[in-house]
């Protein structure tokens, strides 16, 4: 599954294609977080496919350590960083405040600039 496979696609007016704006919620702490010291070759990716079974989560560890650069999959070597434990709520939020529709083929026509 790639990265931005969940990502709708839309169209301008005049026919050009390109991805929504997505938006990403807030991660509040939990008392069932985990944390670990990043080594290498640790990627967000492979983190949340240990973690959470699916590598596309990617982001929810990113965005929950969000005083780390926001600039890479690969977060810095030997820092502790935070993984949520219950993603479910986090998906749900996810999922309502993007309004993805359950069909990412379809297309919203929009002005044009």
């Known amino acids: 599954m790639g990265r931005y496979s969940q990502i709708p696609v839309r169209k301008t007016l005049k026919g050009k294609r390109y991805f929504a704006t997505n938006r990403y919620p ?4 939990s008392s069932n977080d985990i944390y670990v010291i990043t080594t290498i070759g640790d990627r967000y990716d492979t983190l949340a496919n240990q973690y959470y079974k699916n590598s596309t989560y990617w982001w929810i560890i990113s965005i929950a350590n969000n005083t780390l650069k926001q600039d890479s999959l690969t977060p810095p070597i030997g820092v502790q960083i935070r993984i ?3 993603i479910s709520s986090i998906l749900s939020q996810y999922e ?4 993805f529709p359950s069909d990412n083929s379809s297309q919203t026509n929009i002005n044009s600039y």
Do not use: E
């Open 26 to 29: 807030n991660i509040p702490l």
């Open 84 to 86: 949520p434990n219950n």
């Open 96 to 99: 309502s405040i993007n309004n």
